[in-house]
Protein backbone atom coordinates (compact mmCIF):
# COMPACT_ATOMS: atom_id res chain seq x y z
CA UNK A 1 0.00 0.00 0.00
CA UNK A 2 1.65 3.42 -0.80
CA UNK A 3 0.81 6.22 1.50
CA UNK A 4 -0.64 9.59 0.84
CA UNK A 5 1.63 12.39 1.11
CA UNK A 6 -0.78 15.44 -0.13
CA UNK A 7 -4.55 16.11 -0.06
CA UNK A 8 -6.59 17.92 -3.02
CA UNK A 9 -7.56 20.25 -0.12
CA UNK A 10 -4.03 21.53 0.71
CA UNK A 11 -3.57 22.45 -3.16
CA UNK A 12 -5.54 25.99 -3.00
CA UNK A 13 -2.74 27.41 -1.80
CA UNK A 14 -0.58 26.38 -3.86
CA UNK A 15 0.70 27.73 -7.56
CA UNK A 16 0.04 24.15 -9.34
CA UNK A 17 -1.10 22.93 -13.01
CA UNK A 18 -2.87 19.82 -13.75
CA UNK A 19 -3.75 17.03 -16.16
CA UNK A 20 -6.85 19.07 -16.43
CA UNK A 21 -5.62 22.58 -17.02
CA UNK A 22 -3.61 20.92 -19.97
CA UNK A 23 -5.88 19.11 -21.31
CA UNK A 24 -8.71 21.83 -21.39
CA UNK A 25 -5.74 24.78 -22.60
CA UNK A 26 -4.99 22.45 -25.27
CA UNK A 27 -8.55 21.95 -26.39
CA UNK A 28 -9.38 25.47 -26.07
CA UNK A 29 -7.41 28.39 -24.34
CA UNK A 30 -10.73 30.19 -24.48
CA UNK A 31 -12.77 27.67 -22.44
CA UNK A 32 -9.79 27.43 -19.87
CA UNK A 33 -10.31 31.08 -19.32
CA UNK A 34 -13.67 30.82 -19.03
CA UNK A 35 -13.83 27.56 -16.49
CA UNK A 36 -10.63 27.96 -14.64
CA UNK A 37 -9.34 32.04 -14.99
CA UNK A 38 -12.67 33.31 -14.08
CA UNK A 39 -14.68 30.61 -12.90
CA UNK A 40 -17.80 31.38 -15.00
CA UNK A 41 -21.05 29.51 -14.11
CA UNK A 42 -21.04 26.68 -16.80
CA UNK A 43 -24.15 27.43 -19.03
CA UNK A 44 -25.08 23.54 -19.13
CA UNK A 45 -23.60 20.39 -17.23
CA UNK A 46 -22.15 18.27 -20.42
CA UNK A 47 -23.79 14.61 -19.32
CA UNK A 48 -20.72 13.14 -20.32
CA UNK A 49 -18.70 14.88 -17.76
CA UNK A 50 -20.99 13.82 -14.77
CA UNK A 51 -21.77 9.99 -16.75
CA UNK A 52 -18.08 9.73 -16.25
CA UNK A 53 -17.15 11.17 -13.06
CA UNK A 54 -20.36 8.61 -11.79
CA UNK A 55 -18.23 5.50 -13.39
CA UNK A 56 -15.20 6.67 -11.82
CA UNK A 57 -17.14 6.25 -8.59
CA UNK A 58 -18.44 2.36 -9.01
CA UNK A 59 -14.86 1.22 -10.13
CA UNK A 60 -12.84 2.67 -7.31
CA UNK A 61 -15.47 1.40 -5.22
CA UNK A 62 -14.78 -1.71 -6.99
CA UNK A 63 -10.66 -1.66 -6.21
CA UNK A 64 -11.95 -0.32 -2.78
CA UNK A 65 -13.64 -3.59 -2.18
CA UNK A 66 -11.12 -5.62 -3.59
CA UNK A 67 -8.41 -3.90 -1.52
CA UNK A 68 -10.56 -4.08 2.06
CA UNK A 69 -11.83 -7.86 1.28
CA UNK A 70 -9.12 -9.48 -1.21
CA UNK A 71 -11.89 -10.56 -3.36
CA UNK A 72 -14.61 -8.94 -5.79
CA UNK A 73 -17.70 -7.14 -4.76
CA UNK A 74 -20.59 -8.84 -6.83
CA UNK A 75 -21.63 -6.91 -9.80
CA UNK A 76 -24.99 -5.94 -8.26
CA UNK A 77 -23.38 -4.19 -5.72
CA UNK A 78 -21.26 -2.31 -8.33
CA UNK A 79 -24.08 -1.17 -10.14
CA UNK A 80 -26.02 -0.40 -6.75
CA UNK A 81 -23.16 2.21 -5.89
CA UNK A 82 -23.28 3.34 -10.11
CA UNK A 83 -27.25 4.17 -9.51
CA UNK A 84 -26.59 5.68 -6.33
CA UNK A 85 -24.08 7.93 -7.62
CA UNK A 86 -25.72 8.82 -10.86
CA UNK A 87 -29.16 9.73 -9.20
CA UNK A 88 -27.42 12.29 -6.37
CA UNK A 89 -24.92 13.56 -9.27
CA UNK A 90 -27.76 14.39 -11.76
CA UNK A 91 -30.82 15.46 -9.23
CA UNK A 92 -31.91 18.84 -9.17
CA UNK A 93 -28.91 20.24 -11.48
CA UNK A 94 -28.88 21.26 -14.68
CA UNK A 95 -27.39 18.72 -16.92
CA UNK A 96 -27.22 19.27 -20.44
CA UNK A 97 -29.62 16.25 -21.40
CA UNK A 98 -31.23 15.45 -24.83
CA UNK A 99 -34.15 13.41 -26.07
CA UNK A 100 -31.74 10.86 -27.39
CA UNK A 101 -29.40 11.07 -24.84
CA UNK A 102 -31.80 11.11 -22.13
CA UNK A 103 -31.16 10.65 -18.28
CA UNK A 104 -32.29 6.82 -18.76
CA UNK A 105 -29.93 6.14 -21.55
CA UNK A 106 -26.96 7.17 -19.65
CA UNK A 107 -27.50 5.23 -16.51
CA UNK A 108 -28.56 2.12 -18.85
CA UNK A 109 -25.39 2.68 -20.74
CA UNK A 110 -23.17 3.09 -17.44
CA UNK A 111 -24.67 -0.66 -16.39
CA UNK A 112 -23.71 -2.07 -19.50
CA UNK A 113 -20.23 -0.33 -19.50
CA UNK A 114 -19.99 -1.74 -15.86
CA UNK A 115 -20.68 -5.28 -16.55
CA UNK A 116 -17.81 -5.27 -19.30
CA UNK A 117 -15.47 -3.81 -16.87
CA UNK A 118 -16.87 -6.52 -14.40
CA UNK A 119 -16.08 -9.38 -17.11
CA UNK A 120 -13.12 -8.11 -18.11
CA UNK A 121 -10.84 -7.10 -15.64
CA UNK A 122 -8.24 -8.64 -13.58
CA UNK A 123 -7.38 -7.01 -10.56
CA UNK A 124 -4.12 -7.30 -9.19
CA UNK A 125 -2.70 -6.33 -5.99
CA UNK A 126 -4.45 -2.87 -5.00
CA UNK A 127 -2.18 -0.47 -4.17
CA UNK A 128 -3.76 2.87 -4.28
CA UNK A 129 -6.98 3.65 -5.39
CA UNK A 130 -7.71 7.30 -6.26
CA UNK A 131 -4.26 8.52 -4.99
CA UNK A 132 -3.60 12.31 -4.68
CA UNK A 133 0.17 13.70 -6.23
CA UNK A 134 1.82 17.07 -5.54
CA UNK A 135 4.91 17.11 -7.33
CA UNK A 136 7.77 20.11 -8.39
CA UNK A 137 7.98 20.05 -11.87
CA UNK A 138 11.70 21.36 -13.40
CA UNK A 139 12.79 23.96 -16.11
CA UNK A 140 13.60 21.88 -19.04
CA UNK A 141 16.56 23.31 -20.32
CA UNK A 142 18.11 24.39 -16.87
CA UNK A 143 16.54 22.41 -14.41
CA UNK A 144 16.06 24.62 -12.12
CA UNK A 145 12.51 24.17 -10.00
CA UNK A 146 9.68 25.77 -11.42
CA UNK A 147 7.29 27.90 -8.73
CA UNK A 148 4.74 25.81 -10.13
CA UNK A 149 3.47 22.01 -9.21
CA UNK A 150 2.03 19.24 -10.63
CA UNK A 151 -1.37 17.72 -8.79
CA UNK A 152 -3.53 15.10 -9.67
CA UNK A 153 -5.24 11.63 -8.41
CA UNK A 154 -4.32 8.76 -10.21
CA UNK A 155 -6.85 6.19 -10.55
CA UNK A 156 -5.75 3.13 -9.16
CA UNK A 157 -1.99 1.85 -8.40
CA UNK A 158 -1.30 -2.15 -8.55
CA UNK A 159 1.61 -4.24 -7.99
CA UNK A 160 2.62 -7.92 -9.83
CA UNK A 161 3.56 -10.46 -7.38
CA UNK A 162 6.88 -9.11 -7.57
CA UNK A 163 5.89 -6.06 -6.15
CA UNK A 164 6.26 -4.16 -9.52
CA UNK A 165 3.84 -1.42 -9.92
CA UNK A 166 1.44 -0.48 -12.62
CA UNK A 167 -0.49 2.72 -12.88
CA UNK A 168 -4.07 2.35 -14.46
CA UNK A 169 -6.18 4.90 -15.75
CA UNK A 170 -9.66 4.36 -16.53
CA UNK A 171 -11.48 6.04 -19.54
CA UNK A 172 -14.59 5.88 -21.64
CA UNK A 173 -14.40 6.37 -25.33
CA UNK A 174 -16.91 6.31 -28.30
CA UNK A 175 -14.67 4.29 -30.24
CA UNK A 176 -11.50 1.63 -29.34
CA UNK A 177 -8.24 2.87 -28.44
CA UNK A 178 -5.58 2.53 -30.87
CA UNK A 179 -2.07 2.46 -30.06
CA UNK A 180 -0.96 5.71 -31.53
CA UNK A 181 -3.73 7.31 -29.72
CA UNK A 182 -2.72 5.86 -26.54
CA UNK A 183 1.05 6.78 -26.92
CA UNK A 184 -0.01 10.01 -27.00
CA UNK A 185 -2.25 10.28 -24.32
CA UNK A 186 -1.44 13.04 -21.56
CA UNK A 187 -2.87 10.86 -18.87
CA UNK A 188 -0.57 8.51 -18.32
CA UNK A 189 2.49 10.33 -19.41
CA UNK A 190 1.51 12.81 -16.21
CA UNK A 191 0.47 9.83 -13.53
CA UNK A 192 3.93 8.52 -14.57
CA UNK A 193 6.04 11.10 -14.23
CA UNK A 194 4.58 12.24 -10.79
CA UNK A 195 4.97 8.57 -9.45
CA UNK A 196 8.69 8.73 -10.66
CA UNK A 197 9.10 12.13 -9.17
CA UNK A 198 7.71 9.83 -5.70
CA UNK A 199 10.35 7.25 -6.19
CA UNK A 200 8.47 4.91 -7.65
CA UNK A 201 8.83 3.05 -11.14
CA UNK A 202 7.74 -0.57 -12.31
CA UNK A 203 11.72 -0.94 -13.22
CA UNK A 204 14.56 1.13 -12.85
CA UNK A 205 13.67 3.90 -15.25
CA UNK A 206 10.41 2.81 -16.62
CA UNK A 207 6.70 3.02 -15.51
CA UNK A 208 4.00 0.58 -17.12
CA UNK A 209 0.96 2.50 -17.69
CA UNK A 210 -2.34 0.59 -18.65
CA UNK A 211 -5.50 2.29 -19.86
CA UNK A 212 -8.44 0.44 -19.02
CA UNK A 213 -10.83 1.39 -22.17
CA UNK A 214 -14.78 1.63 -21.59
CA UNK A 215 -15.98 1.59 -25.07
CA UNK A 216 -19.43 2.98 -25.89
CA UNK A 217 -19.89 1.23 -28.97
CA UNK A 218 -23.62 -0.15 -29.89
CA UNK A 219 -21.98 -3.82 -28.30
CA UNK A 220 -20.49 -2.05 -25.68
CA UNK A 221 -16.75 -3.10 -24.85
CA UNK A 222 -13.60 -3.38 -22.07
CA UNK A 223 -10.44 -2.81 -23.45
CA UNK A 224 -6.98 -2.99 -21.66
CA UNK A 225 -3.79 -1.27 -23.30
CA UNK A 226 -0.51 -0.87 -22.10
CA UNK A 227 2.40 1.60 -22.12
CA UNK A 228 5.95 2.71 -20.53
CA UNK A 229 6.92 5.25 -20.39
CA UNK A 230 10.64 7.20 -19.52
CA UNK A 231 12.36 9.48 -18.60
CA UNK A 232 12.81 10.71 -22.06
CA UNK A 233 9.09 10.94 -22.04
CA UNK A 234 9.08 13.12 -18.66
CA UNK A 235 11.87 15.96 -20.48
CA UNK A 236 9.16 16.29 -23.54
CA UNK A 237 6.30 16.69 -20.58
CA UNK A 238 8.19 19.09 -19.17
CA UNK A 239 8.57 21.34 -22.50
CA UNK A 240 5.14 21.18 -23.00
CA UNK A 241 4.16 22.21 -19.30
CA UNK A 242 6.47 24.99 -19.82
CA UNK A 243 5.03 25.83 -22.96
CA UNK A 244 1.02 26.19 -21.63
CA UNK A 245 2.05 27.72 -18.67
CA UNK A 246 4.34 30.30 -20.51
CA UNK A 247 0.91 30.69 -22.94
CA UNK A 248 -1.60 31.19 -19.75
CA UNK A 249 0.66 33.42 -17.84
CA UNK A 250 0.45 35.80 -20.89
CA UNK A 251 -3.27 35.60 -21.54
CA UNK A 252 -2.73 33.79 -24.61
CA UNK A 253 -7.03 32.63 -24.13
CA UNK A 254 -8.10 32.82 -28.00
CA UNK A 255 -10.62 30.18 -28.96
CA UNK A 256 -10.36 27.10 -30.53
CA UNK A 257 -13.35 26.85 -32.55
CA UNK A 258 -14.08 23.16 -33.62
CA UNK A 259 -15.72 20.12 -32.65
CA UNK A 260 -15.61 20.79 -29.00
CA UNK A 261 -17.54 23.64 -29.14
CA UNK A 262 -21.23 21.81 -29.75
CA UNK A 263 -20.89 20.14 -26.02
CA UNK A 264 -18.86 23.23 -24.48
CA UNK A 265 -20.88 24.36 -21.39
CA UNK A 266 -19.51 28.27 -22.16
CA UNK A 267 -20.82 28.38 -25.57
CA UNK A 268 -23.13 31.45 -25.42
CA UNK A 269 -20.72 33.13 -23.26
CA UNK A 270 -17.82 33.03 -25.83
CA UNK A 271 -20.00 33.30 -28.91
CA UNK A 272 -21.27 36.19 -27.86
CA UNK A 273 -17.88 38.41 -26.99
CA UNK B 1 -19.66 65.12 -8.46
CA UNK B 2 -17.17 64.92 -11.14
CA UNK B 3 -16.50 61.31 -10.79
CA UNK B 4 -14.38 61.08 -13.73
CA UNK B 5 -12.26 63.46 -12.58
CA UNK B 6 -11.54 62.12 -9.16
CA UNK B 7 -11.45 58.15 -10.38
CA UNK B 8 -8.93 59.70 -13.37
CA UNK B 9 -5.76 57.63 -13.33
CA UNK B 10 -2.77 59.06 -11.82
CA UNK B 11 0.36 59.84 -13.98
CA UNK B 12 3.41 57.15 -13.91
CA UNK B 13 5.14 59.66 -12.49
CA UNK B 14 3.01 60.65 -9.48
CA UNK B 15 3.09 56.96 -8.96
CA UNK B 16 5.42 55.84 -6.08
CA UNK B 17 6.10 52.60 -5.11
CA UNK B 18 7.33 50.97 -1.87
CA UNK B 19 7.99 47.01 -0.70
CA UNK B 20 5.07 45.41 0.41
CA UNK B 21 5.09 43.17 3.77
CA UNK B 22 5.02 39.85 1.81
CA UNK B 23 8.40 40.83 -1.00
CA UNK B 24 5.90 42.24 -3.37
CA UNK B 25 5.90 45.93 -4.96
CA UNK B 26 2.68 48.07 -4.24
CA UNK B 27 2.07 51.20 -5.31
CA UNK B 28 0.89 54.50 -4.17
CA UNK B 29 0.20 57.53 -4.52
CA UNK B 30 1.78 60.68 -2.15
CA UNK B 31 -0.32 62.75 0.25
CA UNK B 32 0.22 65.81 -2.07
CA UNK B 33 -0.64 64.51 -4.85
CA UNK B 34 -4.07 63.29 -3.61
CA UNK B 35 -4.93 66.98 -1.78
CA UNK B 36 -4.41 68.17 -5.43
CA UNK B 37 -6.51 65.65 -6.83
CA UNK B 38 -9.48 66.67 -3.90
CA UNK B 39 -8.92 70.29 -5.22
CA UNK B 40 -9.42 69.90 -8.66
CA UNK B 41 -12.41 67.68 -8.18
CA UNK B 42 -14.12 70.03 -5.25
CA UNK B 43 -12.89 73.01 -6.07
CA UNK B 44 -10.96 73.50 -2.93
CA UNK B 45 -14.68 72.56 -0.94
CA UNK B 46 -13.99 69.73 1.28
CA UNK B 47 -13.01 69.12 4.63
CA UNK B 48 -11.33 66.43 6.49
CA UNK B 49 -11.26 65.72 10.25
CA UNK B 50 -9.80 63.54 12.42
CA UNK B 51 -12.55 61.88 14.81
CA UNK B 52 -10.63 59.80 16.98
CA UNK B 53 -7.09 58.49 17.34
CA UNK B 54 -5.06 56.16 19.21
CA UNK B 55 -1.22 55.16 20.10
CA UNK B 56 -0.77 51.11 20.52
CA UNK B 57 3.25 50.16 21.05
CA UNK B 58 4.07 50.11 17.81
CA UNK B 59 1.76 52.42 15.73
CA UNK B 60 -0.69 54.95 15.86
CA UNK B 61 -4.22 54.75 14.38
CA UNK B 62 -6.48 57.71 13.21
CA UNK B 63 -9.73 57.45 12.30
CA UNK B 64 -10.40 60.27 9.59
CA UNK B 65 -13.43 61.79 8.09
CA UNK B 66 -13.53 63.33 4.74
CA UNK B 67 -16.55 65.37 3.34
CA UNK B 68 -17.57 66.96 0.29
CA UNK B 69 -20.77 67.59 -1.74
CA UNK B 70 -22.49 67.37 1.65
CA UNK B 71 -21.31 63.13 1.53
CA UNK B 72 -18.75 62.39 4.35
CA UNK B 73 -16.93 59.13 3.90
CA UNK B 74 -14.77 57.71 7.07
CA UNK B 75 -11.61 55.43 6.77
CA UNK B 76 -8.95 54.37 9.45
CA UNK B 77 -5.42 55.51 8.88
CA UNK B 78 -1.98 54.15 10.65
CA UNK B 79 1.58 54.79 10.87
CA UNK B 80 4.35 53.01 12.44
CA UNK B 81 5.72 54.73 15.45
CA UNK B 82 9.34 55.93 14.48
CA UNK B 83 11.98 55.31 17.33
CA UNK B 84 15.81 56.11 17.45
CA UNK B 85 17.93 53.22 16.85
CA UNK B 86 20.25 54.49 19.52
CA UNK B 87 17.77 54.04 22.43
CA UNK B 88 14.78 52.96 20.89
CA UNK B 89 13.27 56.22 22.14
CA UNK B 90 10.03 57.61 20.14
CA UNK B 91 11.21 60.68 17.75
CA UNK B 92 8.14 62.24 17.27
CA UNK B 93 4.78 61.13 17.75
CA UNK B 94 3.11 64.53 16.34
CA UNK B 95 4.87 63.46 12.65
CA UNK B 96 3.78 59.94 13.33
CA UNK B 97 -0.03 61.47 13.98
CA UNK B 98 0.16 63.52 10.88
CA UNK B 99 1.71 60.49 8.92
CA UNK B 100 -1.55 58.39 10.25
CA UNK B 101 -3.64 61.19 9.25
CA UNK B 102 -2.60 61.30 5.80
CA UNK B 103 -2.67 57.74 5.63
CA UNK B 104 -6.41 58.23 6.44
CA UNK B 105 -7.32 61.24 4.18
CA UNK B 106 -5.93 59.20 1.28
CA UNK B 107 -8.12 55.70 2.50
CA UNK B 108 -11.07 58.60 2.55
CA UNK B 109 -9.70 59.66 -0.97
CA UNK B 110 -9.87 56.51 -2.05
CA UNK B 111 -13.41 55.46 -0.85
CA UNK B 112 -14.62 58.68 -3.49
CA UNK B 113 -12.23 56.66 -6.28
CA UNK B 114 -9.35 58.78 -6.21
CA UNK B 115 -6.55 56.29 -7.11
CA UNK B 116 -8.86 53.48 -7.23
CA UNK B 117 -7.09 52.43 -10.96
CA UNK B 118 -3.86 51.38 -8.22
CA UNK B 119 -6.17 48.45 -7.02
CA UNK B 120 -6.67 47.26 -10.49
CA UNK B 121 -4.12 46.53 -13.72
CA UNK B 122 -1.25 48.62 -14.14
CA UNK B 123 -2.11 52.09 -15.63
CA UNK B 124 -0.51 51.98 -18.90
CA UNK B 125 -3.32 53.44 -21.12
CA UNK B 126 -5.60 54.57 -18.68
CA UNK B 127 -7.84 52.89 -16.21
CA UNK B 128 -9.71 49.88 -16.35
CA UNK B 129 -12.05 49.01 -14.03
CA UNK B 130 -11.75 45.05 -12.94
CA UNK B 131 -14.32 44.15 -10.91
CA UNK B 132 -16.40 42.61 -14.03
CA UNK B 133 -15.01 39.76 -16.03
CA UNK B 134 -12.73 41.11 -18.76
CA UNK B 135 -12.57 39.65 -22.21
CA UNK B 136 -9.79 36.90 -22.51
CA UNK B 137 -6.74 38.19 -24.02
CA UNK B 138 -4.32 36.99 -27.01
CA UNK B 139 -1.30 36.45 -25.29
CA UNK B 140 0.20 39.76 -26.38
CA UNK B 141 -0.58 42.40 -23.34
CA UNK B 142 0.44 40.55 -20.27
CA UNK B 143 4.51 40.88 -19.92
CA UNK B 144 4.84 38.29 -17.42
CA UNK B 145 8.54 39.77 -16.23
CA UNK B 146 6.77 43.19 -15.10
CA UNK B 147 3.34 42.39 -14.02
CA UNK B 148 2.56 38.57 -14.60
CA UNK B 149 0.56 36.05 -13.34
CA UNK B 150 1.01 35.84 -8.80
CA UNK B 151 4.22 34.19 -7.49
CA UNK B 152 3.43 31.33 -5.21
CA UNK B 153 4.65 32.85 -2.19
CA UNK B 154 1.53 35.85 -2.81
CA UNK B 155 -0.67 32.54 -3.29
CA UNK B 156 0.38 31.71 -0.22
CA UNK B 157 0.46 34.50 1.74
CA UNK B 158 -3.29 35.08 0.15
CA UNK B 159 -4.24 31.80 1.94
CA UNK B 160 -2.48 32.23 4.73
CA UNK B 161 -4.26 35.34 5.42
CA UNK B 162 -7.60 34.27 4.69
CA UNK B 163 -7.31 31.29 7.12
CA UNK B 164 -5.90 33.61 10.24
CA UNK B 165 -9.17 35.24 9.25
CA UNK B 166 -11.74 32.77 9.25
CA UNK B 167 -12.31 32.63 5.64
CA UNK B 168 -12.82 29.67 3.66
CA UNK B 169 -11.37 28.65 0.38
CA UNK B 170 -14.28 29.49 -1.21
CA UNK B 171 -14.86 32.66 0.28
CA UNK B 172 -11.41 33.65 -1.02
CA UNK B 173 -12.45 32.43 -4.25
CA UNK B 174 -15.64 34.34 -4.19
CA UNK B 175 -13.77 37.59 -3.00
CA UNK B 176 -10.97 37.77 -5.93
CA UNK B 177 -14.25 36.99 -8.32
CA UNK B 178 -15.58 40.13 -7.24
CA UNK B 179 -12.87 42.09 -6.56
CA UNK B 180 -11.06 41.16 -10.21
CA UNK B 181 -13.04 38.52 -11.91
CA UNK B 182 -10.57 36.19 -11.67
CA UNK B 183 -9.84 33.01 -9.19
CA UNK B 184 -7.11 33.45 -6.94
CA UNK B 185 -4.43 31.14 -9.26
CA UNK B 186 -5.03 33.34 -12.20
CA UNK B 187 -4.58 37.09 -10.16
CA UNK B 188 -1.77 38.77 -11.66
CA UNK B 189 0.99 40.32 -9.11
CA UNK B 190 -0.64 43.77 -8.45
CA UNK B 191 -4.08 41.95 -7.86
CA UNK B 192 -2.50 39.84 -5.48
CA UNK B 193 -0.87 42.50 -3.64
CA UNK B 194 -3.74 44.45 -3.52
CA UNK B 195 -5.74 41.11 -2.71
CA UNK B 196 -3.11 40.63 0.24
CA UNK B 197 -3.44 44.65 1.65
CA UNK B 198 -7.15 44.44 2.27
CA UNK B 199 -6.67 41.37 3.40
CA UNK B 200 -4.12 42.51 5.94
CA UNK B 201 -6.36 45.44 6.77
CA UNK B 202 -10.13 43.83 6.38
CA UNK B 203 -12.55 43.03 8.86
CA UNK B 204 -13.23 39.64 10.29
CA UNK B 205 -15.56 37.23 7.53
CA UNK B 206 -18.55 35.87 9.86
Known amino acids: MIEERTTPKSWASMLRISKSHIQTYLICPRKFYFQYV ?8 P ?5 GGVLHEAVAFFYRAFQQHGQRPELSDVIAEFRACWEKETTGRQIGFTESTGKGNFEGLGMALLKAFYEGVRPRSVEAVEYPFCVPIYEPDSGGKLDFSLVGVIDLIESDDEGNLIISELKTASKRMADSQGENQLDGLVYAYALDELGFRTTDSRT ?7 VKTKAVGFQQVYFNKEPGDYRRLGRWIKDVLEAINRAAFYPNFGWACKQCPFRKACWSL | MNRELLEKPFDPSQIKQRKGSFGDVLDYIEGA ?16 EVLDHHVYDDEVVVLGKLTAAQISKCQFGKSKITRATKD ?4 SLGDDLKAAA ?9 LFGVGLHLYFDPPKNGSQPAAAPRSPGNGGSNDPSTDGRLTAKQLSAIFSIAKSKNWSNKDVREFTQEMFGKLPDFLSRKEASAVITHLSGGQTHD
Do not use: H
Open chain 1, 38 to 45: IGAEMEFI
Open chain 1, 47 to 51: PSMVF
Open chain 1, 208 to 214: LIRYDVL
Open chain 2, 33 to 48: SVIQRLNEAFNGDWMF
Open chain 2, 88 to 91: NSII
Open chain 2, 102 to 110: TDSLKKCAT
